[in-house]
């Protein structure tokens, strides 16, 4: 059962298939470019997309909008700086800004950043920066099914390896928690206690990506034996000890619609971070925000670990993957928390990687069904190797299916399987995608694209 009741309605529009058919043409075939309004049930992200509760729009209602120093911003700071155990507390406008600071702070040409899995935009901050960065998943990440249940864990070897190798060029090493480029799959707490022993043993600082903390946590709870008796509270607690550093997009388990931040105790980082927060993106005491979005912020630092919230969220997820997976159709396993992930490739078998399936899945469900998923497979990850043309493709090329926070309810969830199940019976009715336009970074916003 839904842990919370509507006081707020958002009507949803009806459409007709050849009103879809006639959207998706005019959007390029890229479902990111359909005004929202054209689609029905809408599971491109679970970021920014939460219901507010009445506790944050009451926040909100008594925020302090003064220029500096004002009382929203040392209510969150003070909030912030007991979740996280860290001194220095940094609010910013959302995760890739507080990537983007941590890249222009301290990362420079030639270093190195290892993680489990870095997010597209963390990547490409970094890279932009300068740095070679490394995933190091487990093999049993690159596996679609499978019931490892902690697929998000960092090889540990490989990342001894890698410290070793790169000596004093590595300049931190991130765990993604829960990574979200392989199906949302949690970190065991084992893991990054064992991550944390190696990065102090070679000097490295360990940072936390921690969007999705506090579902990892709950999956702690309910997936490791050693964990059962703690809250996810305890389990998000002993992490932040475990790690030098935090950022974190604030639009995911910070259930806000706006929002980031970086905690740390490092002086000289956070000072050199700061510099770049007065540039890019405002004061220290608001880092753009406005006072109500840092209220939403501190109710959610509380909210987010609401053990009835993170149950409901991870029985709603498992509900729609299981129906899917009785049907037959491919989802990756174990689920996570956030999102359900069917895999384009064998989903749609008759398409090459050329075809990109998984992009090809996406648009035919929306125009089947009007719901609006994210690839996150060859369109977001393949690259062409500059000098032979050729494509390099992700080992997974995914179809997720995210659900924002205390949004939709069971009858949506329903409606989302039984009509991918149903497209899934049909599934060779799919027409293959190509591109028409590719921009050079972060493809899926704006590409074009046409039918084979
Ligand atoms: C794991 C992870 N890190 C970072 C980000 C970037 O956060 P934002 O969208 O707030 O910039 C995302 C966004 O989806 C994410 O999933």
Request: aromatic share 8%; charged share 25%.
């Amino acid at each position: 059962m839904e842990p919370y009741r509507s006081r707020v309605v958002e009507p949803i529009r009806v459409t007709t298939r050849e009103e879809r058919e006639r959207f998706i043409r005019a959007a390029a075939y890229n479902p990111f470019l359909l005004p929202a309004e054209q689609v029905m049930i809408d599971l491109v992200t679970d970021s920014g997309t939460s219901a507010l509760s009445i506790a944050q729009w009451a926040a909100m209602h008594g925020s302090d909008e003064s220029f500096t120093g004002s009382r929203s911003f040392e209510r969150f700071a003070a909030a912030a700086r007991s979740v996280f155990g860290r001194r220095h507390v940094i609010p910013c406008h959302q995760g890739r800004a507080a990537e983007h600071l941590i890249a222009a702070a301290v990362i420079s040409p030639g270093d190195v950043v290892l993680a489990n899995t870095l997010f597209a935009t963390t990547r490409q901050n970094f890279e932009e920066a300068g740095a070679t960065c490394r995933d190091l998943p487990i093999a049993a990440a690159l596996a679609r099914d499978g019931a490892h249940p902690f697929k998000g864990n960092i090889d540990l070897e490989a990342l001894e390896d890698g410290l070793r190798a790169a000596g004093g060029r590595v300049r931190l090493v991130v765990l993604t928690v829960t990574e979200n480029s392989r199906g949302g799959q949690p970190v065991a707490l084992a893991n990054i206690r064992a991550a944390s022993a190696l990065c102090r043993q070679f000097g490295v600082p360990l940072w936390l990506d921690a969007a999705r903390v506090a579902e990892n946590s709950y999956l702690n709870v309910l997936r490791d034996p050693a964990c059962r008796t703690m809250s996810a509270r305890d389990v998000a607690r002993e992490t932040f000890a475990l790690v030098d550093g935090v950022f974190m997009s604030m639009k995911k388990d910070g259930l806000g619609n706006v929002g980031g931040l970086i905690a740390l105790d490092d002086d000289r980082w956070a000072e050199a971070i700061l510099v770049r927060l007065l540039v890019s993106e405002g004061i220290p005491a608001a880092g753009g925000l406005a006072g109500r979005d840092l209220e939403a912020m501190r109710v959610a630092l509380e909210e987010m670990f609401d053990d009835d919230h993170l149950a409901y969220r991870v029985e709603a997820t498992a509900f729609l993957g299981e129906r899917l997976a009785d049907a037959g159709v491919p989802v990756v396993t174990p689920f996570g928390a956030h999102a359900i992930y069917v895999d384009g490739r064998q989903f749609c078998p008759h398409l090459t990687d050329e075809q990109l399936p998984a992009w090809s899945l996406s648009v035919a469900f929306y125009v089947h069904a009007g719901v609006r998923g994210w690839e996150t497979g060859n369109v977001m990850r393949g690259r062409q190797d500059p000098a032979t043309g050729q494509w390099r493709w992700p080992e997974l090329d995914l179809f997720r299916l995210a659900i924002p926070r205390r949004v939709y309810s069971a009858s949506h969830l329903r409606y989302v399987a039984d009509t991918l199940s149903d497209l899934y019976l049909r599934r060779e009715t799919i027409t293959g995608l190509r591109f028409v336009y590719r921009p050079p970074a972060l493809p899926q916003f704006i590409a074009r694209f046409e039918p084979v």
